[in-house]
């Protein structure tokens, strides 16, 4: 039996009932109240009623609405927040951070826009979205629905990137790694420079099996491939990260030497290499599209190290790449993971660092700048330890 999708009902301008779907990638529930709202709604308005959990269901220009949603986004970004005490820890100040990220992020998803059934916006001035939409939610149902314009927003923004692609100089001088939405596109190419220029493990050939442990777009698994790997086994969990993955494998032309599997960490056998890039963050998600930055009580960070030993051939070795952010930031420590990998019998042997040229680094107004500008990824060279 599956499960009834979230509708919302509202009357139209003709006094007409309307029913649609309710659509969220972020997980986020269907407003309980709704207002319709249109150009004649001003912005102060609009800001009262989206801070009550009014969802403003856009009837008006298009346009107009991405003006409002600006708007909104002004207010909310001046008005200061009601905090206990002014953090005092980096820790805190990630926290709070977090906690204003979410409630900002509550107050602009109300503002509401129509999706018809084959996936055209019935709103003057809309662009035609229909293919952003279809990459991200398949063919259409037959049902009209209804999303939040910041997410909707965020659905375009995705396939513009999808179409461009993102440039990896690792893979080649014109070599472009295209991420879907929701999966984590590699932006910050030093983790990907760290793969692509560490020595092979002593002993080491090419024909030995390779395992790339969380796939995302294929990027590390193209990498290993470009550099000589024949034999790359690439596992996820999430069935979009291994369709992207397998776009961009084949587009490299690189899918002959890369089989993918949908499973949670580990594909059965062992492997003379094992990468992972697992999140980084051991922080809660707050919508089911950050599981590639915040990685609950680090479940998968433990997962791999628990698990790595019996996946690891004798004189194999792993590659964890891992920032030091959490650390700084006072989330876990260094020897947490570390004790973690030592229970697992798995030992540190070595590790080849970067530092991060991302904008944020060099952002003194970023809440979070003093970690930020001091983070460095790091390539942890693992092998088990001896008995």
């Not at 659905?155 to 893979?171: D, F, N, S, T």
């Amino acid at each position: 039996m599956t499960d009834t999708p979230p509708s919302l009902s509202w009357t139209d301008a003709q006094d007409l009932p309307q029913q649609a779907r309710w659509r969220s990638e972020a997980g986020v529930p269907a407003p309980r109240r709704l207002q319709p709202a249109d150009d004649t709604l001003n912005a102060d308005t609009a800001y009262r009623l989206a801070c009550e959990g009014t969802g403003l269901l856009w009837q008006g220009d298009f346009h107009n609405a991405r003006q409002l949603l600006q708007a909104l986004a002004r207010r909310v970004d001046r008005k200061p927040r009601k905090l206990k005490a002014p953090a005092t820890t980096l820790s805190e100040a990630f926290h709070q951070h977090r906690q204003g990220q979410a409630q900002r992020a509550r107050v602009l998803g109300l503002v509401l826009v129509p999706v018809n059934a084959d996936y055209s916006v019935p709103l003057r001035r809309a662009p035609d979205i229909r293919q952003a939409l279809q990459e991200v939610w398949g063919e259409p149902d037959g049902q009209p629905s209804v999303l939040s314009l910041r997410e909707l927003l965020g659905l375009v923004g995705a396939h513009e990137w999808r179409k461009k692609g993102v440039p990896v100089p690792a893979l080649g001088p014109e070599a472009r790694i295209h991420p879907y939405y929701g999966v984590f596109s590699p932006v910050r190419g030093e983790y990907v420079d760290l793969v692509a220029k560490a020595p092979w493990p002593a002993g080491f050939s090419p024909d030995q099996p390779v395992f790339d442990i969380g796939v995302g777009t294929g990027v590390l698994s193209a990498v290993l491939a470009k550099r000589g790997a024949r034999q790359v086994v690439a596992t996820d969990q999430d069935p979009r990260a291994l369709a992207c993955a397998g776009a961009n494998l084949n587009r490299l032309k690189l899918s002959a030497q890369v089989q993918l599997q949908q499973t949670d960490l580990f594909p059965p056998g062992q492997a003379a290499l094992v990468v992972c890039n697992p999140p980084w963050l051991p922080a809660r998600p707050s919508s089911p599209i950050e599981h590639a930055v915040y990685d609950p009580d680090s479940r998968m960070l433990r997962g791999f190290l628990q698990g790595l030993a019996e996946h690891l051939s004798p004189e194999g070795e792993a590659w964890l790449i891992l920032s030091d952010l959490a650390e700084l930031l006072g989330l876990r420590s260094r020897e947490q993971w570390q004790t973690w990998a030592q229970e697992a019998g798995i030992e540190v042997v070595g590790r080849r660092d970067a530092k991060p040229q991302h904008p944020k680094a060099s952002d003194p107004t970023d809440p979070l700048h003093k970690a930020r500008s001091a983070e460095v990824t790091s390539l942890w060279r693992l092998r088990r330890a001896a008995a």
